[in-house]
């Protein structure tokens, strides 16, 4: 089992940018498949990305390709989730989440997370 502990998030206008990240800890940080989803108020936690496990490369949900990047350090155990052009439907909790499967697009497919962090874009 992993820790994860998030920081950032906030209030931004349409168009703009965050960055959120994702500290786990202990040192096995390499063998998990890490991944980033959202829930918006009255709605099911639905996947944005992920970072595989095996290779780091990665994978998005259609509706934020091309706008949202997924970087991960190994040595510093830290996953990354850098939001550019930011739109009022991206308005959600966010979450980072650990699994052992190599390409995980399923909330079932994840064993540990994090706290979760706001996201608030106004249009």
């Known amino acids: 089992q992993v820790h994860l502990v998030q920081s950032g998030g906030g209030s931004v206008q349409a168009g703009g940018s965050l960055r959120l990240s994702c500290a786990a800890s202990g040192d096995t940080f390499s063998s998990y498949t890490m991944g980033w989803f959202r829930q918006a108020r009255g709605k099911e936690r639905e996947f944005v990305g992920y970072s595989n496990r095996v290779h780091g490369s990665t994978d998005y949900a259609d509706s934020v390709k091309g706008r949202f990047i997924i970087s991960r350090d190994n040595a510093k155990s830290t996953l990354y989730l850098d939001m550019n052009d930011l739109k009022p439907e991206d308005t959600a909790r966010y979450y980072c989440?650990?699994?052992?499967?190599?390409?995980?697009?399923?909330?079932?497919?994840?064993?540990?997370w994090g706290q979760g962090t706001q996201v608030s874009v106004s249009s």
């Open positions: 989440a650990a699994s052992w499967y190599n390409f995980a697009r399923n909330v079932d497919h994840y064993e540990s």
